[in-house]
C-alpha cells in the first residue's frame, strides 16, 4: 500500500517536468522494483527451506514428486512422434488397470518406415508378430517418452531391426495416474503381456534405465515367479541401494543432496512411507534371466561400482559367463548417466546379446 502512495506521488512529482527527468524516474523505479523481486525471491526460498521439512513429515507423498520427476515436461505433443523424426512409430494408450491409461509409444523396425506411413493402430499391432525381436523400454525418474536420450535409444533398436515399445508409467507424461513403485511395476507386466499376447514366439526383452532398471528387474522377478519369464533384461545406468553414502537414502535424492541438511529432509522414514525401494540387488538374487548391464564409467548419478556390484550378484546367481555380461563405456566419451546410446559400437553388443539369447 505505501509503495503504491509513494508512486503516485513519485509520478504528480514528474508531472510537468522535462522528459529527460521523467526517464530518470522511470528507470529508477524499474530497478527498485527489480530488487523489490529479488527480495521477495530471497524470502520465499527461506520460507520454502524451512517448511520443507513439516511438509514432508506431514504429506510424505511430496516426495513422490521429488524421487519421481514426473511433473517436468518437454514441450511435444506425445501424440505425434513423428514430429520429432520417428516417422514409423506409432502413438496408443492402454489402461493396465481401472483410471490407469498409460501413453505408449510402438517404433517398429527401422526396414519398414516406409510401409509404416499412414498406417492404422492396428496395423502397428499386427506388426509385432512379425518375428523381430521386441523390447520394452522403460525409462529413468524425469519426464516422459519423449526426451532425447529416449528417443535414442528406440532409434538404435529399430535400426537394429526391433520393435522398440516406450511407455510413460502411470503418472509420467500424458499417462494418468499417481506414479508408486508397485504402480510402475503393475503397468510394465501389463505392457509386457499385452505385447507378448501379440507378438507370440518372438524375444521379448526388457530395457530399463535408471529408475527403470529397478522397475525391470522388479517385473522380471513377477514374470518369473509367474513361471514365464521375460527372455533377457537389459540394464542400462542401473543403481544399487546399499552401498549409498551415510546418511543418504536413495540415489534418486541425488539432486538434492548439494542442499545443506538433506539427510534430514529425506528420512528413510518419509522414503519408506512411500514405499520407494526398487530393490536391484535382491531381485538380481533371485533373477535367472540373460542379463545384459551397460554402465559408463563417468556415470555420475549411479557410480560404476554399483554396475559390478550388480554384475557380480547376478554372476553368483547365474553361474555362467554367457548369460550375464558387464559392458562397460570409458569415461572419456562424455556419456555420463543418459548418454550411451551414442555409442558408435552399442548396436554390436545389443545384436550380440541378441543373437546369445536367441540361441
Ligand atoms: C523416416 O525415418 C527413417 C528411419 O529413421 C529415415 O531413414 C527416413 O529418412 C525418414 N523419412 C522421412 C521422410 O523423414
Known amino acids: 500500500m505505501r509503495r503504491r502512495v509513494d508512486e503516485t506521488a513519485a509520478s504528480k512529482r514528474t508531472e510537468g517536468k522535462p522528459v529527460k527527468r521523467e526517464s530518470a524516474t522511470v528507470q529508477t523505479k524499474t530497478r527498485s ?12 526460498l527461506c520460507t520454502l527451506y524451512v517448511a520443507t521439512p513439516f511438509i514432508l513429515q506431514f504429506f510424505p507423498s511430496v516426495i513422490q514428486y521429488l524421487v519421481y520427476k514426473h511433473a517436468v515436461t518437454y514441450f511435444v505433443d506425445l ?48 506388426s509385432l508378430e512379425d518375428g523381430s525381436p521386441v523390447f520394452i523400454y522403460l525409462h529413468g525418474n ?19 531391426g526391433y520393435h522398440a515399445v516406450v511407455m510413460d508409467y502411470r503418472g509420467f507424461g500424458d499417462s494418468t495416474g499417481e506414479p508408486t513403485e508397485a504402480g510402475l511395476t503393475t503397468d510394465t507386466l501389463y505392457l509386457y503381456h499385452w505385447v507378448r499376447a501379440r507378438c507370440k514366439d518372438s524375444l521379448v526383452i526388457i530395457w530399463g534405465h535408471s529408475l527403470g532398471t529397478g522397475v525391470a528387474t522388479n517385473t522380471a522377478v513377477k514374470l518369473q515367479e509367474k513361471g514365464n519369464p521375460a527372455d533377457a533384461v537389459i540394464l542400462e545406468g542401473a543403481f544399487t541401494v546399499a552401498e549409498m553414502p551415510k546418511g543418504y537414502p536413495h540415489p534418486f535424492t541425488w539432486y538434492y543432496w548439494r542442499f545443506p541438511y538433506i539427510q534430514y529432509y529425506f ?7 512411500n514405499k520407494f525401494v526398487l530393490p536391484n540387488v535382491q531381485n ?29 550378484t547376478a554372476k553368483s546367481v547365474l ?16 556419456y555420463l548417466h543418459n548418454g550411451l546410446y551414442r555409442d558408435p559400437a552399442l548396436p554390436n553388443y545389443i545384436r550380440e546379446f541378441v543373437q546369445s539369447v536367441a540361441k
Request: one cysteine or more.
Open 267 to 273: 528420512s528413510q522414514d518419509s522414503i519408506k512411507a
Open 142 to 160: 524425469t519426464g516422459n517418452r519423449a526426451a532425447p536420450h529416449r528417443l535414442g535409444v528406440a532409434n538404435v533398436l529399430s535400426a537394429l
Open 319 to 334: 553361474k555362467s559367463e554367457d548369460k550375464v555380461r558387464l559392458v562397460a563405456f570409458d569415461g572419456s566419451h562424455g
Open 33 to 44: 522494483s527489480w530488487w523489490m523481486w529479488v527480495k521477495r525471491g530471497l524470502i520465499a
Open 79 to 126: 501424440r505425434r512422434p513423428c514430429d520429432l523424426g520417428l516417422n514409423h512409430t506409432v502413438n496408443m494408450y492402454l489402461t493396465s488397470e481401472a483410471g490407469v491409461t498409460l501413453g505408449v509409444w510402438h517404433t517398429v523396425p527401422e526396414q519398414k518406415w516406409k510401409e509404416a506411413q499412414g498406417k492404422s493402430l492396428q496395423w502397428y499391432e499386427q
Open 284 to 312: 538380481l538374487k533371485k533373477m535367472t534371466t540373460p542379463l545384459m548391464i551397460l554402465h559408463s564409467k563417468d556415470d555420475h548419478m549411479a557410480p560404476f561400482r554399483m554396475a559390478e556390484e550388480l554384475y557380480n
